[in-house]
């Protein structure tokens, strides 16, 4: 958690896909500001294209029963599923694009190739971490 100020701002980690090659040395950042990333403006501005989609997540903590702190989307807290999503997805054929097969505690969206979603990020979590504290991200991904 990034909640702690013994831990925050610095946070290194590694995407590692081959485990012999070498890692680079950890960077400290000494010193964080406030940037506000709507802010950018693309080089080739292109009209708004109306989406397929409207998604929309709502990001929470909650604590458990044993005081537990827990991350949750859509009231939902992640478990994997019992068989991993990519080959649920290449071996199901036309149910593929059925998001319950997919479990119930994954949150879930089966989009077509090409499509252009509508993205809501609701974070109403007021914990310090990377994620952008504004109330609602819009994002066309």
Do not use: R
């Amino acid at each position: 958690m990034f909640d702690s100020p013994s831990n925050a701002p610095n946070v290194t980690a590694w995407l590692i896909y081959d485990h012999n090659a070498p890692k680079p040395e950890a960077e400290i950042v000494q010193e964080y500001y406030d940037w506000d990333d709507t802010d950018l403006v693309p080089l080739v501005p292109l009209g708004v294209v109306p989406p397929d989609h409207f998604v929309t997540v709502t990001v929470n903590f909650t604590d458990n029963s044993q005081d537990i702190n827990y991350a949750v989307v859509n009231n939902v807290t992640y478990q994997p599923p019992n068989v991993p999503t990519m080959f649920t997805a290449l071996t199901s054929g036309k149910e593929a694009v059925n998001p319950a097969i997919y479990g119930n505690t994954t949150n879930s969206f089966v989009l077509n190739y090409l499509d252009m979603i509508y993205f809501v990020i609701n974070n109403h979590d007021t914990g310090g971490h990377p994620c952008n504290p504004t109330p609602s991200i819009i994002a066309n991904i």
